[in-house]
C-alpha cells in the first residue's frame, strides 16, 4: 500500500468524498434507523468505482462509508463494521459482474443487465445489509424487535442505488463525449424539460392535487421515447432525473408517494 502513486491516494480521497456527500443526502430518507435509508446512492457509486478502476480502489470507499457512519450514529467499532460490509459488497458485486455479466459492458446487453440486476442488485447487497445491521444489533444501537425493518429497509436502499446510479456511472465511463447534431441537442433538452415539468408536476404539488396515481407514468412514453432514439446513457440520465425529484418531493411530503402521519 505504501508504494502506491500519489494519483491513486487521490483517487481514493476522491471516492471517499463522494461517497461521503451522496451518504449524507441519502440519510436524509432514513425512517426506521438513522443509519438505513430507502435509497443509498452510495451503493452505486462504489461499484461503479470498483468496475471502472479496479478492485485495489477499495480503501477510498472504506474510508468513505466509514466517516457518513461515524458522523451519523453509532461508535466507532459499528461504523468500522459497517464500512467493511459496504466495501465488501462493492467488491463482491464487482467481482460478479466481471465474471457472469460482462464487466464494463454489463448493460450492452438484456441477458447481463438482467445478471446485473440479480446478482449486483439483489445479491450482493445482502453483504452490507447483513453485515451494517449485525454491528449495529451487536454494539446495541438498534432494537431487536426492529431488525427484520432496518436490514429491509437496508437492502432496499442499497438496490435502488444500484438501480439507478450505476448504470450512469458505468455508461459514462465507456462513452465520455456526447457526439450529437445540433436537431438532437434540441430533442434532448425537450426532453429533459418534459421530465423535468412533469415530474415537478406530479411529486411538487401537495398530495390532495395528486389523487391521480396514473400521473407518475406520465413520463414513461418520454423515457420510452428518449431509449428509442438516443439509448441507455441518456435514458439512464432522465430516469435519474425524475427518480432524483420523486425522492425530494416525497422527502417533503409531496406528491402521491408522501406518506401522510395519521
Known amino acids: 500500500m505504501g508504494n502506491k502513486p500519489p494519483h491513486y491516494w487521490i483517487t481514493c480521497i476522491a471516492i471517499a468524498a463522494c461517497y461521503f456527500v451522496f451518504g449524507k443526502l441519502g440519510l436524509q430518507l432514513a425512517s426506521v434507523h438513522p443509519s438505513a435509508t430507502a435509497v443509498w446512492p452510495p451503493t452505486g457509486i462504489a461499484f461503479a468505482a470498483v468496475l471502472i478502476l479496479g478492485y485495489r480502489f477499495w480503501p477510498g470507499i472504506f474510508l468513505g462509508a466509514f466517516l457518513v457512519n461515524w458522523t451519523t450514529a453509532g461508535s466507532m467499532a459499528t461504523s468500522l463494521g459497517i464500512a467493511t460490509g459496504n466495501t465488501l459488497e462493492a467488491l463482491v458485486g464487482a467481482y460478479f459482474v466481471n465474471r457472469f455479466a460482462g464487466g464494463r459492458n454489463v448493460f450492452d446487453s438484456s441477458a447481463d443487465v438482467f445478471r446485473f440486476v440479480l446478482l449486483a442488485g439483489m445479491l450482493s447487497t445482502t453483504i452490507s445489509a447483513t453485515v451494517g445491521v449485525s454491528s449495529l444489533a451487536v454494539g446495541g444501537f438498534a432494537a431487536r424487535t426492529a431488525l427484520a425493518r432496518i436490514w429491509l429497509t437496508w437492502w432496499t436502499g442499497d438496490a435502488m442505488g444500484h438501480l439507478l446510479v450505476s448504470p ?95
Open 168 to 262: 450512469l456511472l458505468v455508461l459514462f465511463s465507456n462513452k465520455p463525449v456526447l457526439r450529437w447534431r445540433k436537431p438532437q441537442y434540441i430533442e434532448a433538452g425537450a426532453l429533459a424539460a418534459g421530465v423535468i415539468l412533469i415530474g415537478s408536476h406530479v411529486f411538487m404539488v401537495p398530495f390532495d392535487q395528486t389523487r391521480d396515481f396514473f400521473l407518475p407514468r406520465a413520463c414513461m412514453p418520454m423515457l420510452a421515447w428518449t431509449a428509442f432514439r438516443f439509448g441507455r446513457r441518456e435514458t439512464a440520465i432522465l430516469t435519474a432525473i425524475f427518480s432524483g425529484i420523486a425522492l425530494w418531493g416525497t422527502l417533503h411530503g409531496l406528491g402521491p408517494f408522501a406518506v401522510k402521519d395519521q
